[in-house]
């Protein structure tokens, strides 16, 4: 729906997570009953959570440990872990850096050349434990990591950006040509950041075989502040899954939808499902966890940026391990643990036997919702007063 802005300008309503509820069900299901499983290209994973690609959150202990639980994690092969031998040194000092000093200080450290043997030396190591490889390029040297790794070298290839798209217009450098990446690298392809439905069906017809969706909801993303970018996550959730459900009509070839930025708790993992998510990619709040290597801190890729840092380094704590975080038991009220249990009780709770069922869930505006009847835990900043 359009709304005028001002003169001969209007603007399309758009929605986020708390501006929106699922709709319980007629019929409801043992939550125990329901399948959370998803596929990425010809991977499955038995949970719809992936560890996003930030060296506060993922080193080769913590992609282990993610794959052993069922679900993935990008190793960000630009980062801290393929420019340094001794990279938890370097993650000390960002960590005991003052607020004022760490964008300077992470522009220092990424200034350092990525080294080719620690690329394959971060893989070996991951690949040793048995668990699915999954790691990160940005799209200006996609192509030559795709080739240095070669085929069967990982099982999912991610070429990430702010904002990626098949047509870029460059004479800098050379635009990543997304089928000669897939040619050299035979895995899976997972192709981000976009928003809308005509950049996620261009991707989709590039060879991806997932999409990332979101441009600046991230805890530790200031993109929209410094560029003014961005659609609310059910939006644009909703508008990419759209493209993959015409895609699929088309083709017969289904692509991965990924929420990526902006979930907070348990029930906007589920609405980020409800909206037409197959999964979702977490930062922040699996940095929470005691593997993390960051210590109950965060930082993103665009933080480094030599001259338009888009990011931020926040203090997450720490909650509880990776384990817990995602299946509990729960130590807190506020939806920050156990996710998996929250969506599986949530699933049950409108009868959707799997993911597919529940991205046809109901769905309300209701922006009352996170406030209604709380004005207790509000005062009080307990449960969702926090």
Known sequence: MAVEIGRNRTARQTFGFDDVAIVPGALTIDP??????????????????????????????????????????LMYVEGIYTKYADPYAVIERVIAAEGDEVVSLL???????????????????????????????????????????????????GVIATVTTVR????????????TIKDAIKAPLLLGNCVSYDAATELMEAGADGILVGVGPGAICTTRRVCGLGVPQITATADCAAARDDFERLTGRRVAIVTDGGIRSGGDLCKAIA????????????????????????????????????????????????????????????????????????????????????????????????????????????????
């Open 32 to 73: 125990e009953m329901v399948d959370v499983g998803w596929q990425l290209g010809d991977r499955k994973f038995s949970i719809p959570i992936l560890g996003a690609s930030l060296d506060a959150l993922v080193d080769p202990n913590f992609a282990i440990t993610m794959g052993r639980l069922g679900g993935m994690a």
């Open 107 to 157: 522009q220092e450290i990424y200034r350092e050349p990525v080294k080719d043997e620690l690329i394959l030396q971060r893989i070996a190591e991951v690949k040793a434990s048995g668990v699915p490889v999954a790691v990160s390029t940005t799209p200006m040297n996609a192509e030559r990591i795709a080739k240095l790794i070669g085929p069967g070298g990982v099982d999912i290839f």
């Open 168 to 179: 870029h217009i460059a004479e800098r450098y050379a635009s990543p040509h997304f089928p």
């Open 275 to 386: 909206a037409g998510a197959d999964a979702v990619m977490l930062g922040s709040q699996l940095a929470a966890s005691t593997e993390a290597p960051a210590k109950g801190f965060s930082w993103g890729m665009a933080t480094s940026s030599p001259t338009l840092p888009r990011g931020t380094r926040i203090h997450v704590g720490t909650r509880g391990t990776l384990e817990q975080i995602l299946f509990g038991p729960a130590k807190r009220d506020d939806g920050l643990m156990n996710y998996i249990g929250a969506l599986k009780l949530s699933m049950g709770s409108i009868g959707a036997r799997d993911l597919r069922e529940m991205q046809q869930a109901e769905l309300v505006i209701a922006p009352s919702l996170p406030t209604e009847g709380k004005t207790e835990q509000r005062s009080q900043k307990v449960g969702m007063g926090r």
